[in-house]
T-cell receptor, first 110, second 112 residues
Framework: LAKTTQPISMDSYEGQEVNITCSHN???????ITWYQQFPSQGPRFIIQ???TKVTNEVASLFIPADRKSSTLSLPRVSLSDTAVYYC???????????FGAGTRLTVKP | DSGVTQTPKHLITATGQRVTLRCSPR?????VYWYQQSLDQGLQFLIQ???????AKGNILERFSAQQFPDLHSELNLSSLELGDSALYFC???????????FGNGTRLTVT
């Protein structure tokens, strides 16, 4: 079971780049790394998924070093609406490894 | 809009009662997952179904059960309800067992 460790909370200001790092030391060879965003009283929303190196989409980038024991979600130029909890999830979905950690509560200030 | 529909949005019931939560996955998704989220708590994985068959089981109580029907919708049954069962219950779906999850907006259950 790939356990993940993230900071409990982070603060940032509008317009800044935010990087949230997730540690997953016992990641398995076939595990993917997926990040979700959750607003209060809403279901988590898929942000980005990667296996190795770097992945970029219209909302974020995901950096994964060669050893894959950690990953960093990068949010460019955050706004107040990016205030949310961000979860890192590691594992395959067709086994029992789809357990979310505590997540990182990001607060963006004006 | 994730395409995952959960009903009802809110449910208030008394201790000892039984309720059924319903989930319609995104069109084309074969896998359905159920999660429980208590106030200010993380997401607790309950159970996963793939194309009608149970695929994985998490921290699901014996008082809880679920199933996925031939049309791929799923129901989560909660019985002998306790105050501590009050929570948001989320359903998620994915194309298969290896794709990202798409969550519904949840059913808020309040047990009084």
């Amino acid at each position: 079971l790939a356990k993940t460790t993230q900071p409990i909370s982070m603060d940032s200001y509008e317009g800044q780049e935010v990087n949230i790092t997730c540690s997953h030391n016992n990641i398995a060879t076939n595990d993917y790394i997926t990040w979700y965003q959750q607003f209060p009283s809403q279901g988590p929303r898929f942000i980005i998924q990667g296996y190795k190196t770097k992945v970029t989409n219209e909302v974020a980038s995901l950096f994964i070093p060669a050893d894959r024991k950690s990953s960093t979600l990068s949010l460019p130029r955050v706004s107040l609406s990016d205030t949310a909890v961000y979860y890192c999830l590691v594992g395959l979905y067709n086994n029992n490894d789809m357990r979310f950690g505590a997540g990182t509560r990001l607060t963006v200030k004006p | 809009d994730s395409g995952v529909t959960q009903t009802p949005k809110h449910l208030i019931t008394a201790t000892g009662q039984r309720v059924t939560l319903r989930c319609s996955p995104r069109s084309g998704d074969l896998s359905v997952y159920w999660y429980q989220q208590s106030l200010d708590q993380g997401l607790q994985f309950l159970i996963q179904y793939y194309n009608g068959e149970e695929r994985a089981k998490g921290n699901i109580l014996e008082r809880f059960s679920a199933q996925q029907f031939p049309d791929l919708h799923s129901e989560l049954n909660l019985s002998s309800l306790e105050l501590g069962d009050s929570a948001l219950y989320f359903c998620a779906s994915s194309v298969d067992g290896n794709s990202p999850l798409h969550f519904g907006n949840g059913t808020r259950l309040t047990v009084t």
